[in-house]
């Protein structure tokens, strides 16, 4: 195809220069047309040095030549084998070697030519470079002219196409593509905030001059995610405020007072100033979207049950969702015991309930006779149908996302009893406290409420951690604290044991715990796989102080309450994240004792060393996830990505605040003033807006 005819949607293989086989292996990294090539960055710049003949190459200085393997050997055994080879350039001899390398034997031989670059020694009378940046060039061919200094692109490769296909591609692509690149910025803004246009910060990236480019470049590319992603999350928050209705709940101390009276015990300050925030909101009829956050144990449910009841009181529904079965039954049997038998209707609706019986919730929630539902992802079927839904919660909000709080505020869109079209408050829980930049982004359209004070009463956990070779003496506490009477949890990171990774299971542990360790003691298991009613039994046993230890996954990470439980041991604590070992640590230190949790692990890097330190320092839940944010990333920071979102190529959440900052606020000045991005001039903005997080954010009803 003529260069003039191609687009930034065109297939590479239409580009001249680009070989059938370079477009089909380029395709394996999801490489496909000309834009996509320009969008994949390198990962790194080196310094490539300029070449010069061997004979004028300098010790102690880094030097870069090229010429043809005249000799190789592999010299040692094993994975500990050095390569060696001889150079030649028709100056001089430079000898290379690469430690622990014995693959290098099949793919450098005599007669090859590369190009080297490293740090130069004197060996014995000559020079040598030790493991040596290298690439096979062909001496005929154009791109593998001499380079002079400069910074190479070093970028994200596979077996099949190497950095260097993918940077010799992408020059070929450049002088035809960045042309096409159209920028959804006004200049005004660019000149405002000191950034290059869009189609000089991709040439800066793939062919920069000096380092100053680069970060000038990198600094365009992140604010522009950072933007768009703000510009999404700002359109829906704008969205749901200025065209959504709610109904709007009543409120008087008489109300107040009754609700009150229904709940087991005072409310700290904490609570109630968060119940404060909660009633202002659920008092107008703008939809609230709420996250209220807060640390182990500090008393979230009964907030989220106090907004719920408000519902109630005003004539209306209320329904709590939660990510698990077993976290949907523990709300619904502790709300259920909070109310009693002559309070509101509560019913529980989950994957598991029989056709009959969710026929009959459905019939109820449509006639209004169920005013509280407790469920899990099945709430948001379509032929769940409220008569009145009012206030919507979602409990652990980082397992579900934006798109699960809109299917659940459509719930209510049908009608209310006060009128057509109203929309449900929505109110969402954590006990995974937040980072600063995530709140930022992820959560940006939620208003936030923080409870940072624990009921009195509630004891300190000792946290200390162990190697593999101490489980003998951990267990021996273990014991020790069950015939004082009190109960132990045993936490293993997954159900099945598999050797290939080293991953230790339930089984497996209970097997060792009952005939070696702890054998004598009364020992139950628990984990996502059992039937409801099966897990039921063996809680309750537990409860009941029947069952001395319970060895479990993470589905007593949240809502379990055994106050008599004070010891719990995480084997292979390394395999979890940081804000998951403590919401783990707080199922004990429940009741009036002193609690124990032992971190048992061997972590293999320093980084993980590091966070298993964090945990033995800190009991400050907002701490820690600020700690396992800026070692983990935002992706991994709750054991699972938010489904969904598409992944930052350039912006780093934990090193780019100030820019995270900066573009939060220049998108809620823009939607301020253009609130669906329709003018004329913003169709551009608009559109990759729509195309990057239209579908998560859920901006389909926006504009």
């Known amino acids: 195809m003529p260069e003039g005819d191609l687009e930034l949607t065109s297939p590479l ?139 190479r692109p070093v970028y994200p490769a596979s077996e099949r196409v190497s950095s260097r296909a993918i940077e010799l591609a992408v020059q070929r692509i450049l002088p035809i593509a960045l042309p096409l690149i159209d920028d959804h910025l006004p200049e005004a803004l660019r000149k405002e905030r000191n950034l290059p246009e869009l189609r000089e910060a991709y040439r800066a990236q793939h062919a920069p001059s000096d380092e100053d480019e680069v970060a000038a470049s990198r600094r365009r590319l992140a604010y522009d995610e950072l933007l768009l992603m703000q510009l999404g999350v700002a359109m829906k928050r704008h969205h749901l405020r200025d065209t959504q209705r709610a109904p709007a709940l009543r409120s008087s101390d008489a109300v107040h007072r009754r609700i009150r009276d229904r709940l087991p015990f005072e409310l700290t300050k904490a609570q109630s100033r968060v119940v404060g925030e909660l009633t202002d909101d659920l008092t107008r009829d703008v939809p609230t979207n709420r996250m209220i956050q807060g640390d182990v144990g500090s008393g979230k449910t009964m907030v989220a049950l106090y907004a719920m009841l408000l519902a109630v009181e005003s004539g209306h529904q209320a329904a709590m969702m939660a990510p698990t079965e077993i976290l949907a039954e523990q709300h619904f049997e502790s709300i259920s015991s909070t109310l009693g038998g002559d309070g509101p209707r509560v019913e529980l609706l989950t994957g598991a309930a029989s056709d009959a019986d969710r026929a009959s919730i459905l019939r109820g929630l449509a006639s209004g006779e169920i005013d509280l539902l407790i469920g899990t992802h099945a709430l948001l079927t379509e032929s769940v149908v409220f008569k009145s839904l009012a206030v919507a919660i979602i409990d652990e909000q980082h397992r579900f996302g934006v798109h699960q ?24 829980m954590t006990a995974t406290p937040i980072p600063r930049t995530l709140s930022l982004t992820l959560f940006g359209d939620l208003d936030v409420s923080t409870i940072d004070q624990l009921p009195p009463g509630r004891q300190p956990i000792e946290t200390a951690t162990a190697t593999p070779d101490d489980r003998g003496e951990v267990y021996a506490r273990v014991r020790s604290a069950i015939e004082a009477g009190d109960q132990a949890y045993v936490v293993v990171p997954a159900i099945d044991a598999n050797d290939e990774i080293g991953l230790v299971g339930v089984r497996e542990i209970t097997h060792e715990l009952e005939t070696r360790l702890l054998d004598g003691v009364r020992i139950a298991t628990v984990h996502g796989r059992l039937k409801r009613a099966t897990r039921e039994h063996i809680m309750e046993r537990f409860r009941r102080g029947l069952i001395d230890v319970l060895v479990a996954t993470t589905v007593i990470e949240v809502g379990v309450d055994v106050p008599n439980a004070t010891v719990m041991v995480v084997e292979q604590a390394d395999r979890f994240g940081l ?76 090193k780019d605040t100030d820019l995270l900052i900066l573009a939060r606020r220049d998108a809620q000045d823009w939607v301020n003033h253009s609130p669906t991005l329709s003018n004329p001039n913003e169709q551009i903005l608009r559109r990759r807006v729509l195309k990057t997080h239209g579908t998560w954010i859920g901006l389909g009803d926006v504009g």
Do not use: M
């Not at 622990?100 to 020694?121: C, T």
């Not at 009036?592 to 330190?613: F, I, M, N, Q, Y």
């Open 13 to 151: 293989v239409d580009v001249p220069g680009i070989s059938e086989r370079l477009a089909r292996d380029l395709s394996t990294l999801g490489l496909r047309a000309v834009g996509q090539l320009v969008a994949h960055l390198p990962h790194r710049h080196e310094r490539e040095e300029p070449e010069a003949p061997i004979a004028e190459l300098e010790p102690e200085t880094t030097v870069s030549a090229r010429g043809e393997i005249t000799a190789c050997r592999l010299a040692g055994f094993g994975k500990r084998a050095r390569f060696e080879a001889v150079l030649h350039d028709g100056t001089g001899r430079l000898d290379l070697v690469w430690f622990n390398a014995p693959y290098l034997r099949g793919k450098l031989h005599p007669g090859e030519h590369i190009r080297v670059q490293g740090k130069a020694k004197r060996f014995k009378s000559g020079i040598q470079i030790a493991n040596p940046r290298f690439e096979v060039i062909d001496p005929d061919d154009e791109g593998s002219a001499e380079v002079e200094a400069r910074l």
């Open 405 to 428: 709080r809109s299917l659940l505020r459509s719930k209510g869109e049908s009608g209310g009893q006060d009128g057509e079209g109203l929309t449900p408050h929505v109110v969402v």
């Open 579 to 654: 804000a998951q070992l403590h919401q783990l640590r707080g199922r004990v230190g429940r009741g009036s004792k002193p609690s124990w949790c032992c971190l048992v692990s061997d972590p293999k890097t320093p980084d993980g060393a590091e966070r298993l330190r964090v945990l033995t320092e800190s009991r400050d839940g907002f701490r820690i996830a600020e700690r396992d944010f800026e070692l983990r990333g935002p992706g991994e920071i709750f054991g699972a990505r938010q489904s969904g979102i598409p992944p930052f190529r350039v912006a780093d959440l934990a």
